[in-house]
């Protein structure tokens, strides 16, 4: 009698780690698969040494401070994350704001095709993309302007991993993924139609770093759009809640610091643009951008528990709990800064550089 509840026990197992990773898996099919989950480019028994040294970075505001630790501290980040962001959200790296009638996957395509309607391309003209990630957007937009997207990413994980999707997707031709650093790009000058950024350079130390390398190899004339992580407004740095959010975000997204909206505008005409749009798409009549975050806490919690009975069968990496369960942390403090209106993931501003 007692095997009939030992094999009922079994199959309720096994039943539920099936439904867990092939029902209840990536939101987007071509993602990766929670049994692929790794460290990117670190050794899967490396992985929890590289999360605790992550952490403990922001313990040490100094060497925040010393911006040639940056680079480095970035690409570990994404070493750490890839997988999960794949995985949990997409091959799409940023938010959008809702849209009536559509869904995440689409308001997320619409986002990245307006950014490249603001440049004015046309088929066959040299894009580049800043900070392209594993290039969800690069291939949005290079179907939606038959445009020649190059995609820069400081993470060789990233790369390999954006050209397996361009392949797949039948748009190696169109896009090009290229591992470097967007504050030393091994770019000529004068050499692409259009850039743009989806949410990447709030990574720079210095955004003016960035901005003069992105002016210096677009064309004369040629325009540049951007979609910064900013505090806003309502920010108030004297407001202890205010500042533990963003602090939160910032230690969950390797961010040396988030700058005021204010500043934007001023370092790009700083380094030489004409600054010719800016604005917020998180602002209203948008819908708001965190609702996919706070709608998402039950497949936070589901993926989590898949995460850690990944991690105790030995199929995922040592460490790879602590760094889902800092990310589950971060996307509810986003969801705050959201809800307070101190933080927009979308302020934008559109430059050119003049003739």
């Not at 709030?202 to 064309?219: F, N, S």
């Not at 010719?276 to 975050?293: M, N, S, Y």
């Not at 800092?326 to 800064?337: E, K, S, W």
Request: glycine residues 8%; hydrophobic residues 40%; neutral net charge.
């Amino acid at each position: 009698m007692d095997t009939l509840p030992m094999l009922f026990t079994t199959a309720v197992i096994v039943g539920g780690l099936y439904w867990f990773i092939c029902i209840l898996g990536s939101p987007e099919r071509k993602g990766k698969r929670a049994i692929d989950l790794s460290g990117g480019s670190i050794d899967n028994d490396k992985v929890q040494d590289n999360y605790n040294k992550y952490w403990s970075f922001f313990k040490r505001p100094k060497e925040i401070e010393k911006t040639d630790n940056v680079p480095a501290f970035v690409d570990t980040f994404y070493n750490l994350v890839t997988d999960i962001y794949e995985w949990g959200w997409g091959q799409s790296f940023h938010f959008a704001p809702s849209l009536p009638g559509k869904s995440y996957l689409e308001a997320t395509q619409i986002h990245e095709e307006t950014a490249v309607d603001f440049l004015n391309v046309k088929a066959g003209d040299k894009i580049l993309d800043v900070g392209c990630g594993v290039g969800g957007p690069m291939r949005a937009i290079a179907s939606h302007s038959g445009a020649n997207i190059v995609g820069i990413t400081i993470n060789e994980y990233q790369v390999e991993r954006a050209r397996m999707h361009n392949k797949k997707a039948g748009l190696d031709t169109l896009c090009e993924v290229v591992c470097g650093n967007f504050l030393e790009m091994p770019f000529d000058d004068n050499s692409f139609e259009g850039a743009y950024a989806m949410e990447a350079t709030c990574h720079a130390p210095k955004l003016e770093d960035v901005y003069t390398e992105i002016y210096r190899v677009l064309k004369p004339g040629r325009l540049f759009v951007s979609y910064e992580w900013v505090t806003t407004e309502f920010y108030d740095a004297n407001n202890k809640d205010h500042v533990k959010i963003v602090q939160e975000v910032e230690r969950g997204n390797a961010l040396p610091g988030l700058r005021h909206y204010s500043d934007i505008s001023k370092i790009a005409k700083k380094v030489g643009f004409q600054v010719v749009k800016e604005k917020d798409f998180a602002k209203p009549p948008a819908g708001p951008w965190w609702t996919r975050l706070k709608m998402g806490r039950v497949a936070y919690w589901r993926n989590h528990v898949l995460v850690v009975i990944l991690s105790f069968l030995g199929i995922a990496p040592k460490g790879t709990v602590d760094v889902h369960d800092m990310l589950c942390v971060t996307a509810d403090y986003l969801t705050r800064g959201g809800e307070a209106k101190i933080f927009t993931p979308m302020h934008t501003i559109l430059c050119r550089k003049p003739e």
